[in-house]
């Protein structure tokens, strides 16, 4: 199967990004596409999406290091992401597997939306931003 990548420095420590996407709860809250969730199980979720309803499974999970989905109702059957701490900034690298070759473009482009909807959230955050007023906006993405 195809793997699309994409890859993004933020300005924040590893342990916040980690935190961030550790908490899937918290995902209606910051990414773009994602408006509600509901947890069926340990590491289970069920996401209701601009893109249709996604059942969302995590199969790995190394705290800081890298966490690893398989997603059920996506065009995108895994989806992953590797943490590299530099200092007072993390590179984050947002993988995707998916069936067929002609979806590149596509989930490049929602890797790209997803990772400035992260670096938007986390940016805010880190200036003294409280996450329970935070209003998600595409306006605010395409400026990341």
């Known amino acids: 199967m195809p793997i699309a990548e994409k890859k993004m420095e933020i300005k924040a420590s590893v342990e916040k990004v980690y935190e961030i996407l550790n908490d899937y709860m918290g995902l209606p809250r910051w990414n773009i596409v994602v408006n509600e969730i509901e947890?069926?199980?340990?590491?289970?979720?069920?996401?209701?999406?601009?893109?249709?309803?996604?059942?969302?499974?995590?199969?790995?999970?190394?705290?800081?290091?890298?966490?690893?989905?398989?997603?059920?109702?996506?065009?995108?059957?895994?989806?992953?992401?590797?943490?590299?701490?530099k200092g007072d900034v993390t590179k984050v690298t947002l993988w995707a597997e998916f069936e067929l070759e002609d979806q590149r473009m596509i989930m490049e482009m929602a890797g790209d939306l997803f990772l400035k909807s992260l670096k938007v959230y986390i940016d805010y955050l880190v200036a003294g931003g409280n996450p329970e007023e935070y209003k998600k906006s595409f306006n605010k993405i395409k400026k990341a």
Do not use: A, H, W
């Not at 893109?51 to 989905?69: A, F, H, L, Y």
């Open 39 to 85: 947890q069926l199980e340990s590491k289970k979720y069920f996401l209701k999406t601009n893109v249709g309803d996604i059942t969302n499974i995590e199969i790995e999970n190394i705290p800081r290091e890298k966490m690893t989905s398989i997603q059920e109702g996506s065009p995108m059957k895994k989806i992953g992401y590797i943490f590299e701490p």
